[in-house]
C-alpha cells in the first residue's frame, strides 16, 4: 500500500490550486481579447466610414458646381441659339441645387468651419441663379433683348462660387482626414493591445497544454492500473463463478441420485412393508368366521382403504423423486402425464404440444427438461391463477425448445425477488447443458418461460458439451 505524505496532499492541492487559477486567467484573456478585437473593429468600421462620408461631403460639393455649370451653359446655349432644348439643363439644375444645397447645409452642422462659407454661398448662388433668371426672362422678351449672361457679374459670382466651394470642399477633407488619423491611431492602439493578449493567450495556452499532458499521461496509468484490476477481478469472479457452477451441479446431482436412492428404498422397502401388511389384513379377513369378523368389518374395511391410501402415497411420492415414466417411457409421455395430472389436481385447462414420437436422449437431458416443466407447473399451481397452461416441446435445428405458458398474473421480470430458488434452479439446469433460459412476464399479462438446450449437449450430456466448447 502507498501512503500519501502531507508534502504530497499539499502539492496535489497547490496543483489544483494553480490550474483553476489558469484556468481563471485563460478565461479573462479571452474575454479580454474579444473585447479588443470587436473594439478594433469597431475603429476600423468607424474610419471606413468617416473615408465614405468624406467622399459624400466631398461629391455633394463637386455635384453642386457642376449642377451650376450646367445651369449656366444651358442659359448661355439658349441665348446663343433661341433653341429651348439647351433650357432642360437648366431647369433641372434649379430643381436640383436647392436639395443638393439643403444636404450641403446638414454636412456643415458636422463641419462647422465651414458655417461662414456656406452663408457666402447661399448668397452667391442666390445671385447667380437670379441673374440666370433674368437673362432667360429677357431673351424670351425678344429676339433683340440684350443679353448678359455671360457678363461680368455672372462670371465673378461664378469665380467666387467656384473659390468658396474649393475651400469649404478643403476644409472638409482636412476634417476628415483628422477623424481618419483618429482612428488610425485608435486600431493602432488597439492592434498591440490584441497582440500583446494574443501572445499571453498563447503562452497560457502552451502552459495548460503541458498540464494537460501530463494529466493524460497520470489518467492513462490510472486506466492501465485499473484494467489490471479488473482483469485479475474478472479472472476472479470467473473462477469463483465456476466453482459455484460446478458445486451447485454437484448438489444438483447428487440431491437426484440421493432421491433416486430414496426412491427405491421406498419402493422396495416400504412397497414391500405395506403389500406384505395388506396381504396379512386380507388373510386374517379371510380366516375369521363371519360372525366373528361382523363386529369387526368396518374396521377391517378401514384398514385395508388406509394401507391402500398408503401404497397410493407411497407411489405418488416415488413419482415426484424419480417418475418411473420418464424411466420407461421417455420424455414425451412422462411430459404428457405430467400435463393431464396437473389439469385434472388443478382444473387448469392444459393445452399440450409435444412429439408425436418419444426422443432417444440421455436421462440426465430427460431428467432436467422435466424438472424444469415441472418446476413450472408448480410456480404456476402456487403463484399464477391461471385459467390456461401450455406446455410444449420443440426439436428445432441444432436445439431443443421447452416452452411453459400461462395467463395467469404475471409479475415483473426485470424485478424477480431474489429469494426465487425455483426459477434460479431452472436457470442453473438450462446452464448445465450451455442453453439460454428466457422468462417473459408482465403483472396481468401472464408467463411465458422458455428453455432452449443445444442438441449436442442434450443428445451427448453436459459433459461432451462442456469438452466441445
Known amino acids: 500500500m502507498q501512503l500519501i505524505t502531507p508534502l504530497q496532499s499539499r502539492s496535489g492541492r497547490f496543483t489544483r490550486h494553480g490550474r483553476h487559477a489558469m484556468l481563471a486567467l485563460g478565461c479573462a484573456l479571452v474575454l479580454s481579447l474579444f473585447v479588443s478585437s470587436f473594439w478594433q473593429a469597431t475603429a476600423s468600421l468607424k474610419a471606413l466610414g468617416e473615408l465614405q462620408l468624406q467622399a459624400e461631403r466631398t461629391g455633394r460639393l463637386d455635384s453642386l458646381l457642376i449642377q451650376l455649370v450646367d445651369a449656366e451653359n444651358g442659359v448661355r446655349g439658349y441665348l446663343l441659339g433661341r433653341d429651348r432644348n439647351y433650357l432642360e439643363p437648366y431647369l433641372n439644375s434649379l430643381a436640383t441645387i436647392e436639395y443638393t444645397l439643403e444636404d450641403v447645409r446638414h454636412d456643415v452642422e458636422i463641419v462647422r468651419d465651414n458655417q461662414e462659407a456656406l452663408a457666402q454661398l447661399t448668397g452667391l448662388i442666390t445671385l447667380k441663379l437670379r441673374i440666370l433668371s433674368g437673362e432667360v426672362a429677357r431673351a424670351r422678351g425678344g ?111 447428487t440431491r437426484e441420485a440421493e432421491q433416486a436412492r430414496l426412491a427405491r428404498e421406498l419402493h422396495d422397502e416400504l412397497g414391500a412393508l405395506l403389500t406384505a401388511a395388506k396381504m396379512d389384513a386380507a388373510w386374517v379377513v379371510r380366516k375369521l368366521e363371519p360372525a366373528a369378523l361382523a363386529p369387526h368389518r368396518e374396521r377391517f374395511e378401514r384398514l385395508l382403504k388406509t394401507l391402500d391410501s398408503g401404497i397410493a402415497l407411497k407411489r405418488r411420492i416415488i413419482d415426484d423423486l424419480r417418475p418411473p415414466l420418464l424411466q420407461d417411457l421417455g420424455l414425451v409421455a412422462a411430459l404428457r402425464t405430467l400435463g393431464e395430472d396437473f389439469a385434472k389436481s388443478s382444473g387448469v385447462r392444459v393445452t399440450l404440444e409435444l412429439p408425436d414420437t418419444d426422443l432417444e436422449l440421455p436421462p440426465e437431458s430427460s431428467l432436467a427438461l422435466f424438472r424444469i416443466a415441472q418446476e413450472a407447473l408448480t410456480n404456476i399451481r402456487r403463484h399464477a391463477q391461471a385459467h390456461n397452461v401450455k406446455l410444449g416441446l420443440q426439436l428445432a435445428p441444432e436445439r431443443m425448445i421447452l416452452r411453459v405458458e400461462d395467463d395467469g398474473v404475471g409479475f415483473d421480470a426485470s424485478r424477480t425477488p431474489q429469494r426465487q430458488h425455483g426459477l434460479a434452479g431452472m436457470r442453473h439446469r438450462v446452464q448445465m447443458f450451455f442453453g439460454e433460459f428466457a422468462i417473459d412476464s408482465r403483472p396481468g399479462a401472464g408467463t411465458r418461460i422458455r428453455a432452449t438446450l443445444p442438441l449436442a449437449a442434450v443428445v451427448q450430456g453436459p459433459a461432451a458439451a462442456a469438452t466441445d466448447q
Open 143 to 253: 429676339p433683340d433683348a440684350p443679353r448678359g449672361a455671360t457678363g461680368t457679374a455672372g462670371r465673378r459670382y461664378m469665380d467666387s462660387i467656384r473659390k468658396t466651394l474649393a475651400e469649404m470642399k478643403s476644409r472638409t477633407v482636412a476634417h476628415g482626414q483628422r477623424s481618419f488619423d483618429a482612428s488610425i491611431a485608435h486600431v493602432e492602439r488597439t492592434r498591440w493591445v490584441v497582440a500583446t493578449l494574443s501572445a499571453g493567450a498563447l503562452v497560457l495556452l502552451t502552459a495548460l497544454f503541458v498540464v494537460l499532458r501530463r494529466q493524460i499521461a497520470l489518467r492513462e496509468q490510472i486506466a492501465d492500473l485499473l484494467q489490471q484490476e479488473n482483469e485479475q477481478l474478472e479472472r476472479l469472479v470467473r473462477a469463483r463463478t465456476v466453482e459455484l457452477s460446478d458445486l451447485a451441479s454437484y448438489l444438483t446431482n
